[in-house]
């Protein structure tokens, strides 16, 4: 015979056989053909992994955890060494600081903070053992920086003890001493000279000082925008400037190279905002109009940005930057939030998304959730589904979290909505073990295994899901078509028969 009979035949063979299973399948069960095929393509269950995005600051932490041990063992010449060699003269790809900045910082047990018994030991050790280095002394200066700004806390000045400024002063000094060491050890140390600076502001009253380190500062780094950013900063009213010195520093530095300073412009808009909102907002408090400065001070702050003029010159600035520095999250982040507050929503969500291209994981897992949630409320589902995904996978881990278990239920949702139910089993599966008492977690997993065709695996779920709540109708449901697929009528229609019950 020819090839072409042969493949007749065996086709022919085949179609018999399924008839015969399909026959024998819907003779005894009274069921459909669905049991059979879907057991035969039933799939191992999905696992939930993990995507997290490699990001030059998530490169950084790594190094910095490993620098991190090597402080800790007290092999300081290998720190030392390390930080030098990740000194660049250039910016950050992630942000507008130093290096030196960052790894200090990541020595310290929270980048942010400074724990007095914990790390002065440690930053008098290193003093100790390397008191002609640099990076010594600016992580010692820091140490002192930081325990000044907790003891002075967040309130205003006004709200403040007296026993709070007298500690904090008492900081700045040590903090000022080991300073000036890192600055005569090299005066090229920019990340110092930034600190002296806000020292010099917090301290001495005297612009004439400060004006005098500035220019110290930009003879020894002439373009370093932090030096010129920390003094824009002592301009304010609040340390004794005016508008007119903040804004005319700010154009004339905005006209020179790099290309960076030309964002000073809308650091002077920001630091204006901030004065208006603190005045506004002491006013409200005192005609009791608000009980919250921090409430009153953000709606006064981002009104000033709803003027178009002032937010033309603003976006001017910043959009010079972004130009040259694509991957300046933070100033991205910090413009797309300022547009969101005043109104901007359609530039927001630009410029949110922009930042989280650069480097979500400088962001951080909270501003990522922040960000999914504003999306989520302004109805772009498909967007709020991508940065849920993204908040999960750079979470360290999945905690009995409130906003991972929100995350992974609205995932799973978005998916589930959509029909993609294999796509959609680990984020159930996830909120299920976040929250394994509430009858509507319970009974969405079982649902979830349901979908996948997994019906022996499902029951007991649907089963505790009525444990739990005898009354939950949605169960009952589930059970009965469970049992319709796995070709028990009885069964099902007695779920279905209490299910009818409560939907009557």
């Known amino acids: 015979m020819s090839k072409t009979v042969w ?59 490993k620098i991190k041990q090597s402080f800790l063992a007290r092999e300081f010449k290998k720190v030392e060494s390390f930080i030098e060699s990740e000194r660049k003269n250039g910016y950050t790809p992630w942000d507008l600081r130093s290096w ?18 914990i790390e002065i030991p440690r930053a008098n050790d290193w003093v100790e053992h390397s008191p002609d280095n640099t990076y010594s002394h600016s992580f010692r200066g820091q140490v002192y920086y ?49 600190q002296l600076i806000a020292i010099k502001r917090q301290r001495s009253g005297n612009h004439r000082d400060e004006f005098d380190t500035l220019q110290s500062a930009l003879e020894q780094v002439p373009n370093s925008y932090r030096i010129a950013s920390s003094f824009l900063h002592s301009l304010q ?164 979290d409130k906003d991972t278990f929100y995350a992974a239920d609205y995932v799973g949702w978005q998916y589930s909505r959509k029909g993609d139910w294999f796509a959609s089993f680990p984020y159930y599966k996830l909120t299920y073990e976040l929250d394994p008492e509430s009858e509507k977690t319970v009974a969405n997993y079982c649902n979830a295994l349901f979908n996948i065709h997994r019906y022996d695996e499902g029951i007991p779920y649907c089963e505790k899901a009525i444990e739990i709540n005898p009354n939950h109708s949605w169960s009952y449901f589930i059970l009965s078509k469970i049992y319709e697929r796995k070709g028990d009528p009885t069964i099902a229609a007695q779920y279905m028969e209490k299910y009818d019950s409560f939907v009557q």
């Open 7 to 65: 493949q007749l035949l065996f086709l022919a063979s085949l179609l018999m056989i399924m008839w015969f299973v399909w026959d024998r399948n819907s003779t005894e069960n009274k069921s459909s053909v669905l049991p059979f095929l879907e057991k035969v393509v039933a799939q191992p269950l999905p696992q939930l992994v993990k995507n997290p995005p490699r990001t030059a600051y998530v490169i950084a932490t790594n190094k910095a955890s």
């Open 237 to 400: 009213p609040k340390w004794g400037g005016s508008e007119k010195l903040m804004f005319g520093y700010a154009k004339h530095y905005a006209e020179q190279e790099p290309p960076v300073f030309t964002q000073l412009i809308s650091q002077a808009h920001r630091h204006k905002a901030q004065w208006i909102a603190r005045e506004k907002s002491a006013l409200d408090k005192k005609s009791a109009d608000s009980d919250k400065d921090e409430n009153t001070f953000r709606k006064h702050f981002y009104r000033y940005f709803e003027n178009d003029s002032i937010w033309t010159e603003y976006s001017q600035g910043l959009k010079k930057a972004f130009k040259n520095y694509p991957n300046y999250t933070e100033g991205l982040y910090e413009y797309a939030w300022t547009a969101r507050k005043s109104g901007r929503i359609e530039l927001a969500i630009e410029y949110f998304e922009r930042a989280m291209q650069a480097d979500a994981a400088f962001l951080g897992t909270d501003k990522i959730y922040s960000f999914a949630k504003f999306l989520r409320k302004e109805r772009y589902d498909d967007k709020a589904n991508q940065y849920y995904r993204l908040y999960l996978d750079l979470l360290p881990d999945y905690t009995n």
């Open 100 to 117: 030196i900045d960052f790894y200090i910082k990541q020595l310290k047990d929270d980048p942010e903070k400074a724990i007095f018994e």
């Open 146 to 194: 930081d325990l000044a700004w907790q003891a002075r806390g967040k309130k205003f000045s006004r709200e403040t003890p007296e026993y709070s400024f007298d500690v904090f002063n008492q900081y700045l000094k040590l903090a000022e001493i080991d300073i000036k060491k890192a600055l005569e050890i090299d005066p090229g140390n920019d990340f110092a000279w930034m």
